[in-house]
């Protein structure tokens, strides 16, 4: 304190060469994650405008913009949702088991093995979709439609193939569930010592501990988790492309029949092949529908996450 | 509600290294024990095995009986969980829940216990805990705020409503207050003059006046060397011990010539 007072006012800081190059680099990364961002968006929206101008009848399907983007983001949102769904209790589990329950030398490998899920190729979940799984659902989808057919998402007809909405969701779940399961599994494995003996030590079980200490304390990190994996699903292309291959159907809530909504992902790629002119255009348009609903989604998710964040523990 | 702790022949074990060794005593109720010794003598140790707290970390047993008022802490029959329920613990960095708020801090023990509580009567408990705690006025007006978002010495107020909020039999303190300042430190000792009238309280800590100041009885730990299981060298009256003790190297360790 005393240093303070005797030093001559407005001392320039001595500034050094390391920290300047440092600080700049560091400076030049974060704006050119803006400028990349802001890139995308310009792109999109300036390749939108000829199909957002266009007449209704110039569109493919003839009913305008609108009806053709809006069954493909039905689509997209359903089965990202659906994968959402399955996927995050499901990685909560593994990760709160990794952290808590296995045995070390056990966890070590599941660790392994869940990261290994997130490097397979989603070309080879999509044949393992088609060829593995959607034959042998077809008998539970059989179960879904005598035993909750009154529920509109497992009406009838049964699609004989097993390459339905569930289906692409089922797969989905499966891509997003590493990413979810490492993120839930750091936070988890974070939670300080302290709070958790304290739970302990008021006489919780192991059980009560991950209630009343672990998961409020990791519950923002996992949101962060679902939403990465959320932002995969929804973008996720050749997968869903080549389980739903042309079996494209409006906004339907069935999820076992044979006739789904595509996704604006899985579209692209499948239309893009053969199109010219507007219709590049047009698929674009449903490219910068995809961008902005993965924004809002993200926005989402921090405000679910800030909303209490007096109570997050970071304080 | 307090009860006596009687412990025989203790050794504690971490996997195949022995920290603590041959520990014989008795824990007087309603009065105040501290344990003291230097860094490593395994008195944080010794007072985690009186509620099983050290079974947190893989590979540490006993061996030897812990007995409070009769019941056997480690017989084969008797859940760990339980015996943590009838003997709360507080610890050397206050350790609120940080995404409760301060009422719900409170009333978390009450919770485990799964008896179905009324509001009001969960109210009443809470106000006396905190009050207990001599926490009370300090926040009632923010109780649905963060437990987090108190001083350190308020927040270890608040671990301390929490502990006895579940009217434990022994209340067990981890040097209590370490993290503290004095003047927090000084209402947290005021806090355990009062609670002695209730509860068994043992209480490690590093600051040889506050033992001196709070505690009936000082128990003092040592160690041979590195690597060597710590033991309990005196038990004595405080008065005693930092007057006229009967060991060497309490008297040593006391007048600050080592540790």
Redesign the interface.
């Known amino acids: 304190m005393t240093s303070t007072t005797s030093a001559p006012p407005a001392q320039q800081p001595k500034s050094r060469p390391g920290d300047r190059i440092f600080a700049g680099s560091a400076k030049g990364a974060g704006i050119l994650i803006l400028v990349i961002l802001a890139g995308v968006a310009l792109f999109l929206i300036s390749e939108s405008v000829p199909a957002l101008t266009a007449s209704a009848d110039e569109i493919s399907g003839d009913g305008g913009l609108a009806s053709y983007i809006g069954p493909l983001v039905f689509g997209t949102l359903l089965s990202a949702v659906i994968a959402l769904l399955v996927a995050t209790p499901l990685a909560v589990a593994i990760a709160l088991f990794i952290t808590f329950y296995a045995p070390r030398k056990l966890a070590a490998g599941l660790g392994y093995v869940v990261d290994l899920l997130a490097a397979i190729p989603s070309i080879v979940y999509g044949f393992w979709g088609i060829f593995w799984l959607a034959p042998r659902l077809v008998p539970f989808y059989r179960w879904l439609e005598e035993n909750l057919g009154f529920l509109p998402f497992f009406a009838g007809p049964v699609s004989s193939t097993g390459r339905t909405m569930l289906t692409i969701g089922l797969v989905l779940a499966v891509m997003i569930l590493p990413i979810v399961s490492a993120i839930s599994r750091e936070v988890f494995s974070q939670v ?1 010592t ?12 192991r059980w ?1 501990m991950i209630k ?2 672990v998961i ?2 990791g ?1 923002s990190g996992v949101i962060g988790g679902s939403m990465l994996g959320l932002g995969r699903a929804l973008g996720e292309t050749m997968a869903v492309a080549i389980i739903l291959s042309g079996s494209a159907a409006g906004i339907t809530w069935a999820l076992i029949s044979s006739a789904n909504p595509q996704t604006i992902a899985a579209n692209i790629a499948l239309q893009f092949p053969e199109s010219t002119g507007l219709a590049v255009n047009t698929l674009i348009a449903s490219g910068l529908a995809l961008f902005v609903i993965t924004l809002l989604v993200n926005m989402l998710a921090r405000w679910v996450v800030n909303r209490r964040a ?6 | 509600m307090a009860k006596r702790i009687d412990v025989s022949d203790l050794d504690i074990y971490y996997g195949n290294f022995k920290a603590v060794e041959g520990v014989n005593l008795s824990i007087e109720p309603r009065s105040i024990t501290a344990l003291i010794g230097p860094s490593g003598c395994g008195k944080s140790t010794f007072l985690r095995s009186l ?1 099983r ?1 050290h079974e ?1 970390i893989p590979g540490a047993r006993v061996e030897g009986k812990v007995v409070i008022e009769g019941q056997d802490l480690y017989g084969s029959d008797v859940d760990p ?2 015996v ?3 003997i ?2 507080v ?1 050397q ?1 206050p ?7 301060i009422y719900d801090n409170v009333a ?2 009450l919770r ?2 799964a008896k179905k509580t009324s509001k009001s009567d969960m109210d009443g408990l809470v106000e006396r805990s905190l009050k207990g705690a001599n926490l009370w006025n300090e926040v009632k007006d923010r109780l649905n ?2 437990g ?2 108190l001083s350190g010495g308020q927040q270890q107020r608040l ?1 301390i409503a ?2 006895i909020a ?1 009217q434990p039999e022994v209340l067990l303190m981890d040097e209590p207050c370490s993290a503290l300042d004095p003047i927090s430190t000084l209402a947290v000792e005021d806090l355990m003059m009062e609670l002695k009238e209730q509860f068994t309280i043992v209480i490690v800590t590093h600051n040889m006046q506050q033992a001196a100041r709070v505690s009936e009885t000082t128990g003092f730990f040592n160690l041979n060397g590195v690597g060597q299981p710590g033991r309990l060298i005196e038990y004595n009256p405080t008065e005693k011990i930092f007057s006229n003790p009967d060991e060497k190297a309490t008297e040593d360790y006391i007048s600050g010539r080592f540790g």
Not at chain 1, 194 to 205: I, Q
Not at chain 2, 95 to 100: D, K, L, R
């Open positions: 300080p302290l709070h958790t003996e304290a739970a302990l030590a008021l006489g919780a079980t009560e009343i200490a409020p304390y519950k007096d109570f997050s523990g970071a304080n | 509620n707290m947190v969980v339980d943590r329920r009838q709360g613990m610890f960095r350790n609120p829940f940080p995404t409760m708020s978390a023990g485990l216990n705020r963060p987090s978002g671990c929490r502990a579940v």
